[in-house]
């Protein structure tokens, strides 16, 4: 593996991300608008949509209380 690859995004991660991405879209936030009320980094909302980031729970659990839903609402359900 050369030292630009990356390593293949794990679906349930980029499914996750969808969900955060279509539910910050849907309040009308942008990125920064997100990671501020969210209290992270500015670049972290867009690593969490890409599926580039494995959050902890305690990210979920403050994702989930700035967009208004429960945790189980941004997990991917497997069909």
Do not use: C
Request: net charge positive; hydrophobic share 40%; charged share 25%.
């Amino acid at each position: 593996m050369s030292a630009l690859s990356h390593p293949a995004k794990d679906p349930y991660l980029v499914a996750l991300g969808a969900q955060i991405r279509q539910l910050r879209q849907a309040q009308g936030w942008s990125q920064d608008e997100f990671a501020a009320r969210a209290g992270m980094h500015r670049t972290h909302p867009t690593k969490l949509e890409n599926g580039l980031l494995d959050p902890r729970l305690s990210t979920l659990r403050r994702v989930a209380e700035v967009l208004g839903v429960e945790v189980s609402v941004l997990l991917p359900v497997k069909e």
